[in-house]
Nanobody
Framework: QVQLVESGGDLVQPGGSLRLSCAAS????????MTWVRQAPGKGLEWVSSIGTGGSTNYADSVKGRFTISRDNAKNTLWLQMSSLKPEDTALYYCTRGSSATGYDYWGQGTQVTVSS
């Protein structure tokens, strides 16, 4: 069965960095676009970044220049490198299979990122 397991969330000070990981299994990882979505406390879901099967990337304006999405198809792993973190980046970050074009059909359980001094 399809599984997406996120890790790497933590409490970090403003200006700090974190790298989130998503371990994928149960499907041909290289054949799917992958996306990071976040949900801040009391708010709705926010698309963060997507990466296509060929490695093309897209970012929300709120994270552009600070976050980098990447994937390793040999390791079935998706990453989100986050730098210059801001308190408004505080959220539960989800790894999802798919893109805005195809929809998101599987989600991980999420990993918590808290940016606070």
């Amino acid at each position: 069965q399809v599984q997406l397991v996120e890790s790497g969330g933590d409490l970090v000070q403003p200006g700090g960095s974190l790298r989130l990981s998503c371990a994928a299994s149960g499907f041909t990882f290289s054949s799917y676009s992958m996306t990071w979505v976040r949900q801040a406390p009391g708010k709705g879901l926010e698309w963060v970044s997507s990466i296509g099967t060929g490695g093309s990337t897209n970012y929300a304006d709120s994270v552009k220049g600070r976050f980098t999405i990447s994937r390793d198809n040999a390791k079935n792993t998706l990453w989100l490198q986050m730098s210059s973190l801001k308190p408004e980046d505080t959220a539960l970050y989800y790894c999802t299979r798919g893109s805005s074009a195809t929809g998101y059909d599987y989600w991980g359980q999420g990993t918590q990122v808290t940016v606070s001094s």
